[in-house]
């Protein structure tokens, strides 16, 4: 993806100055979030760098007096089943730095991010994560310009801010279940993917028919299907169609826990042995995978790690390092129990 | 319980000043958390005021030049089942007066929790709740001082400091679950209670003795179990002791949806009807209860309504309210399910 940074760069803020008619000094302070410039000036100056994308270099940000050792999460749903890991992981890189971190939630909503952000640059946060607690997808930038404030995306991202997004690897976690399974002698392998709408689902298609195809055994169209949701409901229901498919799957594929967990039902249902007749393996990681009977191998999701290198790019920033557009993305990792390799497995 | 006020209100700001050895002036900026006290002098204050138990009455902290629209969670568990819904229900109390709420994760360690408030402080928050996100239990006060800042607890509680302290009403829930329990005509009911430490183990098993007593059907100690965890293989285990006694129950009372979840599994395991032969209800309400076979009666926690108090409560302090030492119960709810009505029931 190109970065929208070479254009960035050359505006300077003399540039900022000039257009919204005001002193450098003041576009300064605007960006120092100080409170010594009028409501109306500020916006001008504001709107004038989110025009003319004018990105402050660490010199710029530096005139801030002294860091406040907090930073800010900012996600778009609370109750999101990842929010609490990618938390935790930003909690762990703060702690190395002494840093304090705090969350809110914006509901998704476009006026109440603006509203906290507000505050949060108000509360003089050295920082802050925008993230999704759901979803990866792509976003526009903040919803109130961040000219003096690092900020990295997690979970999500924006196509052209000039910041990382930090994403999961999710295609290489479908080659890391296909390698498996074919590693485990399955040939016919069926795909339980997420709804078409979702980025993950089209990222881990790829993965699963490159490596499939790679190694000889090219994912057979007659043995995909996708889920109008993630639910163990769909996941049921889909894995029935496969099994009763001319020629059935020797594994099944849920680009979900919660899917694979509806199949390892259907499959119980039938009265055939799990991995012997049908191996399983489901993706994300959630608690209730390794609850499973049998217990389920899955592609980890890598979210505590995802956090804590989300918390390190922005500390490092906050510290004066410079950011770019990048995307990142962190490897999932496979977590092998009965589901595929029996009861004989140790699992982990 | 007796209130610490009636002590508490006999100490002046002129007592601080003149037990520290400072000016009156010098008290109330370290009240109002002004930065031109020296560090040492701020601490003397501090401990003074812990050691006398002064509380500054609205007048005193309204000295604080303005509100910053944000107050902030101290939890002590991010990860605890009950956070997001605590924290879902402050939002919509602050909401009501346009106040953002951020969140912080002190893991239950004081030194975070003190490190925490430190940084909370600094950035004004108006208020703070201090909420444990798993479990009710008495605690001390807040690891740091707060005399400028009003807190309440939430899912947890100071038996001596004068802020209120929002807990759902773990009794009252036992006496809903008993008293349904006798509307279908049970009289043999069997409890699962949770570990013996908590405290809502104790309050559960008081309301339902008390209930079932008034009515003539007593509580058979035979019937009465104690999980060593809150899970469904728990109450499975001890489901199945239960359904093997002399004379098996016809209702059993699960103190959470996991431990009635793994009694459900034995009473199917058995081939025995739910609910014709052995009805069950659960505690909490959590999302896996609608989705049993068949749904299961619960007893919702107010968690919603709990941190809507808790919001309320804040604010009005905020707003100048007097705060003082009480326990408020929040009223639990009895959700109906087909677990004890029959599948004819429509569910809610």
Redesign the interface.
Same mark, same amino acid.
């Given at each position: 993806m190109a970065s929208a940074n070479s254009t960035a760069q050359r505006v300077t803020i003399r540039d900022v100055a000039s257009v919204a008619g005001v002193s450098t000094a003041t576009v300064s302070k605007v960006l120092n979030d100080r409170p010594d410039v009028g409501p109306e000036v500020r916006q001008r100056v504001l709107d004038t760098i989110a025009r003319l994308g004018y990105r402050p270099n660490a010199v710029a940000r530096g005139l801030r007096a002294r860091h $406040?050792?907090?930073i /800010?999460i900012l996600t778009d749903d609370?109750?999101g089943i990842f $929010?609490? /890991?990618l938390? =935790?992981g930003v909690?762990d890189a703060a702690s190395a730095y002494d840093v304090?971190? +705090? +969350? /809110?939630?914006s509901y998704g909503d476009p006026d109440r991010e603006r509203?906290?952000l507000r =505050?949060l640059l108000? =509360?003089?946060m050295d920082g802050l994560i925008i993230m999704s607690g759901n979803r990866v997808r792509p976003r526009s930038g903040p919803a109130l310009p961040l000219p003096a404030t690092p900020y990295v995306f997690l979970y999500e991202y924006a196509a052209t801010e000039p910041v990382p997004s930090i994403l999961p690897d999710d295609r290489g976690g479908a080659v890391l279940a296909a390698q498996h399974l074919l590693d485990i002698g399955r040939r016919r392998i069926g795909f339980i993917n997420g709804p078409a709408s979702w980025e993950a689902t089209a990222d881990r298609l790829d993965g699963l028919t490159a490596t499939l195809a790679a190694a000889g055994a090219p994912l057979r169209p007659a043995l995909i299907r996708h889920a109008a949701s993630w639910s163990p409901q769909d996941g049921y229901a889909l894995a029935t169609e496969l099994l009763d498919a001319p020629e059935p799957p020797d594994a099944i594929f849920g680009a979900s826990d919660d899917l694979a967990t509806g199949a390892l039902a259907a499959i119980h249902e039938r009265g055939l042995r799990i991995p012997e007749d049908v191996a399983v393996v489901g993706f994300d990681d959630r608690s209730l995978a390794v609850h499973q009977r049998p217990p389920l191998t899955t592609v980890a999701l890598p979210l505590l790690e995802m956090g804590r290198v989300a918390g390190q790019r922005l500390l490092e920033a906050v510290n004066g390092g410079q950011q770019r557009h990048e995307l990142i993305r962190v490897p999932c990792e496979l977590r092998v129990r009965a589901s595929t390799v029996g009861a004989g497995h140790t699992p982990r």
């Open positions: $406040t050792d907090t /800010a609370l109750e $929010t609490n /890991a938390m =935790r909690e304090s971190v +705090l +969350l /809110a939630n509203k906290h =505050r108000d =509360r003089q």
